[in-house]
């Protein structure tokens, strides 16, 4: 049994050095598996503190998971953060890619802010657990009826707590290269809140990471925080066209910081 070991210990990092789609999963595995380890010391950490499920949580969240870009061999490179300092609800819009988008959440995430997330996360383990104690707004997407109720409930929270949520409009990951249409949730739960809206947009991840191919290596996150789209006086009537205004900034902005240099992509190594 020790030699079998000790033979699995050598294997790999030989494996990290010989093969991609090794280092993919181990990397894909490692990340599920240390978020959930995080969980399990965040969950006592915000009953503690809060007592129970509170927005306030999400900043033990923060600070407990903004070390695990480093483990993957990620970094960010933020800017517009002036466009962040906004007081009062907001509404913030981000192009979504992959589970990777929570390390950059957290790595700008303004106090008092949670998300829009679907209702089956709410069932992951430890994470699950943590998320609803974080505040986090859980929406069934099969049910059109229930989203919409869903988010007029977020509203009024927005309007009587004063909290911020931050929504992937896309609805879904999406590593195609461009942005996918906007669904108009996150556009009518501005407007109903009248709260300005801020988008922020990450550059792609494809000179780093790519599902399909099984390509996990080092690289660099741009983000980019837009200045704020105010929504004061307008209607339903008005959700459409800011949806589109919303989507031409994000998109323009998406392909610029896409296009801006090479990934500075180091060793596949963790």
């Given at each position: 049994?020790?030699?079998?070991?000790?033979?699995?210990?050598?294997?790999?990092?030989?494996?990290?050095?010989?093969?991609?789609?090794?280092?993919?999963?181990?990397?894909?595995?490692?990340?599920?598996?240390?978020?959930?380890?995080?969980?399990?010391?965040?969950?006592?950490?915000?009953?503690?503190?809060?007592?129970?499920?509170?927005?306030?949580?999400?900043?033990?969240?923060?600070?407990?998971?903004?070390?695990?870009?480093?483990?993957?061999?990620?970094?960010?490179?933020?800017?517009?953060?002036?466009?962040?300092?906004?007081?009062?609800?907001?509404?913030?819009?981000?192009?979504?890619?992959?589970?990777?988008?929570?390390?950059?959440?957290?790595?700008?995430?303004?106090?008092?802010?949670?998300?829009?997330?679907?209702?089956?996360?709410?069932?992951?383990?430890?994470?699950?657990?943590?998320?609803?104690?974080?505040?986090?707004?859980?929406?069934?997407?099969?049910?059109?009826?229930?989203?919409?109720?869903?988010?007029?409930?977020?509203?009024?929270?927005?309007?009587?707590?004063?909290?911020?949520?931050?929504?992937?409009?896309?609805?879904?990951?999406?590593?195609?290269?461009?942005?996918?249409?906007?669904?108009?949730?996150?556009?009518?739960?501005?407007?109903?809140?009248?709260?300005?809206?801020?988008?922020?947009?990450?550059?792609?991840?494809?000179?780093?990471?790519?599902?399909?191919?099984?390509?996990?290596?080092?690289?660099?996150?741009?983000?980019?925080?837009?200045?704020?789209?105010?929504?004061?006086?307008?209607?339903?009537?008005?959700?459409?066209?800011?949806?589109?205004?919303?989507?031409?900034?994000m998109r323009s902005a998406f392909l610029e910081v896409s296009r801006a240099g090479s990934q500075n992509n180091g060793?596949?190594?963790?």
């Amino acid at each position: 049994m020790d030699a079998f070991w000790m033979i699995v210990l050598l294997l790999i990092p030989v494996l990290f050095f010989t093969s991609s789609t090794f280092v993919f999963y181990f990397k894909k595995c490692f990340y599920v598996a240390w978020m959930m380890f995080l969980a399990v010391f965040a969950i006592p950490i915000c009953i503690l503190k809060s007592g129970g499920r509170d927005i306030e949580n999400m900043r033990v969240i923060r600070f407990l998971v903004r070390h695990v870009k480093y483990f993957l061999g990620l970094r960010f490179e933020v800017s517009g953060w002036a466009h962040l300092q906004t007081e009062g609800p907001f509404v913030i819009i981000s192009n979504h890619q992959s589970s990777l988008d929570v390390l950059g959440m957290m790595e700008i995430l303004p106090d008092r802010c949670t998300m829009i997330a679907k209702k089956e996360l709410v069932y992951a383990g430890t994470v699950g657990i943590v998320c609803w104690l974080g505040g986090i707004v859980f929406i069934n997407r099969k049910k059109t009826s229930d989203a919409k109720s869903v988010m007029g409930q977020a509203a009024q929270t927005m309007l009587d707590q004063k909290i911020r949520l931050w929504v992937f409009p896309e609805g879904t990951r999406n590593q195609k290269g461009d942005l996918l249409p906007f669904k108009k949730g996150a556009f009518h739960l501005a407007i109903q809140a009248q709260a300005p809206i801020v988008p922020v947009v990450f550059s792609s991840y494809s000179n780093f990471y790519l599902r399909k191919e099984k390509q996990f290596k080092s690289g660099t996150i741009r983000l980019k925080i837009l200045p704020k789209i105010e929504t004061k006086g307008l209607t339903s009537d008005d959700v459409a066209t800011l949806c589109d205004k919303s989507y031409a900034v994000m998109r323009s902005a998406f392909l610029e910081v896409s296009r801006a240099g090479s990934q500075n992509n180091g060793p596949s190594a963790l």
